[in-house]
């Protein structure tokens, strides 16, 4: 099952509304090895492409060309906005997409080693294109794909956190009275600027908000020379690629039926290429035409409605309290499609 | 001996909140765009919101430039004819959102062809057949019934225009937002996202219908049709 939540890392206003209404980005290397954390993401645009590649041969004298069909080209371009909204929050962003930008890159292996003079010399030789694993909500649904480009901005426009180079007391304000020294007046000030101060509340707290340092309140960083961008957008374009061949009809389906190939992961009956949503017996659950030719728990509408009725009028016989669910089981074992 | 699945004809969203809906202006006007897929027979219907439309006819010429002749020798190789158009998906409920998004699945699913059960390509392929508003459509062809012209469909199709589509995009307007339900995805669980506002952007060649009219051309006399 898809995992519904996300949002590590990412600040509690963000995480709040994805918690409640909006799918995480889930990319993952079909291996296992690759795991991006699960985002919530702030979608700039989504397309997919479908691209029958027809060969189309014209023939002089004739209106229409022959045309010939050899497969269809299906690719998804995802740009979208990592915003920060503190210097934690940044970091975490610029590590997800250095992790994210490794994905159009293929694998090596070291084919030979060869001594030349006193050093080791490697030939390396392309192994493979990694393959990943992407879920965002209905529109993505373990999907595997082939990561084909990966474009990285920075959006200055929307500010940077600097290096805090501002020479500050580490003491709350309540506590700058405590070093007061009669007669030599305050104490020297911490040799600590505004960015290590607020570094060391931050990781004092196991990198977490706290009491001394609030969320909204990290915003300069210690590490003189880097700047953090509160804004950076990401596009990257995908091959999708499919364990079953997509047609209607084909060896998967019985002869004359025109039922689409796919039917899901390991089997299941599932709609394609988008989710639907609803339960099992939603009229938009799972589309006729995706549905298996002959198994005990796929029907024909007329005769859904039939085993319904049925199921309604056994449970209007007995007083059960409340209604219960509709058994999909019980449907199945009460059926017999002829 | 179970069911075969059969081919669907999938309508304009008729459900409880259709009173919102972009589908109850579109039935009102007779305004749809309705695709088939002519080798399964599935078909799809959707409000007719075009937004753009170009229908392009080109030759293909081979010339020979003669030594002192201002023109060249002219021979057609063949003339093509592409037909590209935008419409969009609208949806005001999360019903409305579920119906159209599996409707628009279906479009999808006709980017590919039927096989056989040996899975050989049927034919054929993915010709669909579009029809709508009109301007996309076949030739008329008609027969004086009386005093007047009658439409008729004796020998053209009448699903509309064939269309060996090159290149169907789905894209969402992000402006428009995202009708969402956490966790309620149907037998997987997932989140259901759907764009309020879908773009669809179809690019295609055109099969051309062609019989032998009374005046021997396999074109039809109104070739092509655009009212």
Known sequence: MTKRTGGKDQYSFLKQIG???YPPLIIQSADGVVTLDAKYIILENYSEKYKPKIVIEHIFGQINPRVRYSNTERTIDLRFTLAARNVHEAKANLEYCSKLARSPYGTWAVSDINQVSDRAVFDWAYHSQVSYIVNFGTLLRNQTVKVTSFDFEINFDAGVFDYGSTPVSDKMPDQVVDNYIGGQGYAEPSSKNIGQLLDDRWFSKGQQPGATLKEQEYVYHGEAGAVYPKAVSVNISMLALHSRPLCFGGSPRTEGSVGWSFTGEDGAVSNWPHGTGGDEFSPHSVAPYCQPDE?????????????LDEWDAKMGEV?????????????????ELK | MGFLVEKENRKLYNGVHKELSLASWADQQGYTLTFTHVATGHSVEFPGTVTSFTDSHASELKMKMLYKETDPLVRTQNTMRKISFNFYVASASL??????????????????????TNNTVAAPGTLIRVRGLKFINTAREQIFVGSGLKDTHLRINS???????????????????????????????EDEIYPARIELSIQGDVWIDQYTADDWQPLPHNYPSYR
Not at chain 1, 295 to 307: A, I, M, Y
Not at chain 2, 164 to 187: H, N, R, V, W
């Open chain 1, 19 to 21: 918690d409640q209404s």
């Open chain 2, 159 to 189: 699903d509309g225009i064939g269309i060996y589509i090159q290149s169907l995009e789905y894209s969402p307007d992000t402006e428009a937002g995202f009708i969402t339900s956490k966790g309620t995805g149907g037998l997987h669980g």
């Open chain 1, 319 to 335: 007083d059960t309290g409340d209604p219960p669910e509709r058994s999909l089981e019980w449907i199945a074992n009460s059926i």
């Open chain 2, 95 to 116: 019903e409305e959102a579920r119906y159209n998004e599996q409707s628009l699945n279906l479009l999808m699913c006709m980017m590919y062809p039927r096989r056989n």
């Open chain 1, 295 to 307: 198994t005990g728990t796929s029907l024909p509408s007329d005769r859904t409605e039939q085993v």
